[in-house]
């Protein structure tokens, strides 16, 4: 089983839509989970930082749910400059991160 | 400069050459990485410096060789590489993760190889 695990998508949808990304962890160790977000051909960015209580930041909003080891990404009102692939990151104490390999987004105009 | 710099930006190398990547951090991190990214794969985690010291190694075969001479540089010393290493290589830099807790990672624009 991978340590984090993603729909690859794409995901195709028009400017203005919701769209939800899901990722799943392994290591019930796990200790910061983030989102990062990767531009084709360009380095990880980090998003967000995902905790429990949820959080929002503009129009982007993370969950984690510790108990079925699950993280989401809420995403609305949908922008052209949101395409991107978006990176489920868990990070095990002192260890480095360990990536999920990405949603890709494709939002349309 | 600020952030995280990466040179080459693009380097092509046949089998038998030596070559080295150089990532320099200007953000007072004390941790540095290297990360591998093939195409369709997750981000590799290859090396872990923190303070200087080498503190994970993920099973990376011996023609990869880092140095890390002080907290704001590290190489990759590259030798005899096999066409199937031709990837995008990422350093990236945080905070020691015992003292910062989150160890978000700042990620230089990578070294794309491509190994004839």
């Known amino acids: 089983r991978k340590e984090v695990e993603q729909d690859p998508g794409p995901f195709n949808v028009p400017e203005g839509a919701t769209v939800a990304f899901n990722c799943t962890y392994s290591n019930s160790a796990s200790q910061s989970f983030f989102w990062y977000r990767q531009d084709c051909r360009k380095e990880p960015k980090l998003l967000m930082s995902?905790?429990?209580s949820g959080n929002e930041d503009g129009r982007f909003t993370a969950q984690l749910n510790r108990a079925s080891q699950y993280i989401s990404l809420l995403i609305r009102d949908s922008k052209l400059s949101d395409s991107a692939t978006y990176l489920c990151v868990v990070n095990l104490g002192r260890r480095a991160l360990t990536f999920g390999s990405g949603t890709r987004l494709q939002v349309q105009p | 400069e600020t952030g995280v710099t990466q040179t080459p930006r693009h380097l092509v190398m046949g089998m038998t050459n030596k070559k080295s990547l150089k990532c320099e951090q200007h953000?007072?991190?004390?941790?540095m990485y290297w990360y591998k990214q093939s195409a369709k794969k997750p981000l590799e985690l290859m090396f872990v410096?923190?303070?200087?010291?080498?503190?994970e190694n993920n099973s990376v075969p011996s023609r990869f060789s880092p140095e890390c001479p002080n907290s704001s540089h590290l190489f990759l010393h590259l030798h005899t590489l096999q066409p199937e290493d031709s990837a995008l290589y990422l350093c990236a830099s945080s905070q020691d993760s015992a003292t910062s807790g989150t160890n978000e990672q700042f990620f230089g624009p990578g070294t794309r190889l491509t190994v004839l």
């Open positions: 410096y923190n303070f200087k010291e080498q503190t």
């Open positions: 953000l007072g991190h004390n941790a």
């Open positions: 995902v905790y429990s």
